[in-house]
């Protein structure tokens, strides 16, 4: 009963779109906020050769990869528990409250 209710998951799909949308929105929202923050002068503005003491914001290709496979980690999981949830429901029950 458990393997059937995991693998016919209907709201796996729209959690993990869900999810998807969302990662790319904070992966573009990372990059503006990186490369806004990234081009702020510090010390250079107060020191005539201080280059090296501004900030570089850089976002690592490894680390949206890590957190691209923790987000679908997260979104499958959070479409898993609902089906999960439902999958231990009587039909006469569940569908009482539709």
């Keep these: 009963m458990l393997a059937a209710s995991i693998s016919s998951c209907s709201s796996c799909p729209k959690a993990l779109a869900i999810t998807f949308v969302g990662g790319l929105l904070g992966i573009g929202l990372a990059h503006i ?9 510090f010390y250079s503005a ?4 201080g280059e090296a003491g501004d900030i ?4 690592s290709p490894a680390s949206v990869l890590v957190s691209t496979l923790i987000l679908a980690l997260v979104g499958l999981v959070s ?3 609902p089906a999960l949830r439902a999958s231990r429901l009587d ?3 569940a569908l009482r409250y539709e």
Excluded: Q, Y
Aim: charged fraction near 15%.
């Design 91 to 93: 039909p006469i029950e």
């Design 33 to 41: 906020i990186s490369f806004s923050v990234g081009n702020l002068t």
């Design 79 to 81: 479409g898993m528990i």
């Design 56 to 59: 570089r914001l850089i976002i």
């Design 46 to 49: 107060l020191a005539e050769h």
